[in-house]
Protein backbone atom coordinates (compact mmCIF):
# COMPACT_ATOMS: atom_id res chain seq x y z
CA UNK A 1 0.00 0.00 0.00
CA UNK A 2 2.61 2.56 0.67
CA UNK A 3 6.02 2.12 -0.91
CA UNK A 4 9.42 4.49 0.14
CA UNK A 5 12.00 4.77 -1.97
CA UNK A 6 15.39 5.83 -0.90
CA UNK A 7 18.25 7.52 -2.98
CA UNK A 8 21.72 9.33 -2.19
CA UNK A 9 24.01 6.60 -1.05
CA UNK A 10 27.19 6.16 -2.24
CA UNK A 11 31.12 6.24 -1.63
CA UNK A 12 32.41 9.21 -0.21
CA UNK A 13 35.60 9.62 1.48
CA UNK A 14 36.33 11.07 5.30
CA UNK A 15 35.25 14.05 5.93
CA UNK A 16 32.81 14.52 3.00
CA UNK A 17 29.18 15.03 2.90
CA UNK A 18 26.31 13.02 1.72
CA UNK A 19 22.16 14.07 1.15
CA UNK A 20 19.84 10.87 1.65
CA UNK A 21 16.16 11.34 0.14
CA UNK A 22 13.30 8.99 0.72
CA UNK A 23 9.89 9.57 -0.92
CA UNK A 24 7.06 7.98 -0.13
CA UNK A 25 3.97 7.62 -2.23
CA UNK A 26 0.80 5.15 -2.48
CA UNK A 27 -2.09 5.29 0.09
CA UNK A 28 -1.20 8.35 2.49
CA UNK A 29 -3.55 10.37 4.76
CA UNK A 30 -0.70 11.44 6.78
CA UNK A 31 2.38 10.94 8.26
CA UNK A 32 3.06 11.21 11.82
CA UNK A 33 6.78 9.93 11.64
CA UNK A 34 9.69 9.83 9.78
CA UNK A 35 13.15 8.45 10.69
CA UNK A 36 16.82 6.96 9.06
CA UNK A 37 17.83 4.07 10.25
CA UNK A 38 21.11 2.16 9.56
CA UNK A 39 22.55 -1.14 9.96
CA UNK A 40 26.80 -1.89 9.51
CA UNK A 41 27.55 -5.16 9.05
CA UNK A 42 27.24 -7.40 12.20
CA UNK A 43 25.46 -4.55 14.03
CA UNK A 44 22.05 -4.19 15.21
CA UNK A 45 19.87 -1.69 12.96
CA UNK A 46 19.87 1.52 14.96
CA UNK A 47 18.42 4.76 15.12
CA UNK A 48 20.05 8.29 12.90
CA UNK A 49 17.95 10.53 13.43
CA UNK A 50 13.39 11.36 13.53
CA UNK A 51 11.51 13.97 12.53
CA UNK A 52 7.45 14.40 13.76
CA UNK A 53 5.40 17.45 13.25
CA UNK A 54 8.27 19.90 13.90
CA UNK A 55 10.44 17.83 16.32
CA UNK A 56 14.23 16.26 15.14
CA UNK A 57 15.46 13.94 17.25
CA UNK A 58 19.12 12.09 16.49
CA UNK A 59 21.40 9.56 17.93
CA UNK A 60 24.38 11.13 19.95
CA UNK A 61 26.99 10.20 17.31
CA UNK A 62 24.86 11.99 14.92
CA UNK A 63 24.34 14.99 16.48
CA UNK A 64 26.34 18.41 15.75
CA UNK A 65 27.00 16.77 11.94
CA UNK A 66 23.08 15.86 10.31
CA UNK A 67 20.26 17.50 9.82
CA UNK A 68 16.28 15.63 9.39
CA UNK A 69 13.99 17.32 7.27
CA UNK A 70 10.75 16.94 6.31
CA UNK A 71 9.09 18.06 2.72
CA UNK A 72 5.26 17.89 3.95
CA UNK A 73 3.75 18.51 0.53
CA UNK A 74 5.66 15.78 -1.09
CA UNK A 75 6.02 13.00 1.23
CA UNK A 76 9.83 13.45 1.76
CA UNK A 77 12.33 12.79 4.24
CA UNK A 78 15.58 14.23 3.49
CA UNK A 79 19.02 13.24 5.73
CA UNK A 80 22.03 15.63 4.91
CA UNK A 81 24.91 14.11 7.31
CA UNK A 82 28.48 16.36 6.88
CA UNK A 83 31.65 15.24 8.76
CA UNK A 84 31.46 11.86 7.51
CA UNK A 85 33.38 9.46 9.35
CA UNK A 86 34.75 5.72 8.40
CA UNK A 87 32.11 4.40 11.12
CA UNK A 88 29.27 5.93 9.51
CA UNK A 89 29.43 3.31 6.64
CA UNK A 90 26.29 1.34 6.75
CA UNK A 91 22.69 0.89 4.85
CA UNK A 92 20.65 3.48 5.82
CA UNK A 93 16.86 2.67 5.69
CA UNK A 94 14.04 4.69 5.57
CA UNK A 95 11.32 4.32 8.60
CA UNK A 96 7.76 5.97 8.04
CA UNK A 97 4.52 5.41 10.49
CA UNK A 98 1.31 6.57 7.87
CA UNK A 99 -2.34 6.77 8.77
CA UNK A 100 -3.70 5.25 5.70
CA UNK A 101 -7.20 7.12 5.67
CA UNK A 102 -8.95 9.81 8.04
CA UNK A 103 -11.71 6.73 9.65
CA UNK A 104 -8.69 4.59 9.79
CA UNK A 105 -6.52 5.75 13.07
CA UNK A 106 -4.08 3.42 12.99
CA UNK A 107 -0.93 3.61 12.20
CA UNK A 108 1.43 1.42 10.29
CA UNK A 109 4.99 1.24 9.82
CA UNK A 110 7.17 0.90 6.55
CA UNK A 111 10.45 0.24 6.02
CA UNK A 112 12.44 1.20 2.48
CA UNK A 113 14.76 -1.20 0.83
CA UNK A 114 17.78 0.81 2.30
CA UNK A 115 20.85 2.47 0.38
CA UNK A 116 24.65 1.76 1.03
CA UNK A 117 26.79 4.80 2.73
CA UNK A 118 30.36 4.05 2.22
CA UNK A 119 32.65 6.32 3.88
CA UNK A 120 36.55 5.61 3.02
CA UNK A 121 39.42 6.52 5.22
Known amino acids: QVQLVESGGGLVQTGGSLRLSCAASGSIFRIHSMAWYRQAPGQQRELVASITIGIATYADSMKGRTTISRDNAKNTVILQMNSLKPEDTAVYYC????????????????WGQGTQVIVSS
Open 95 to 110: NAEIQHSSWEARMNNY
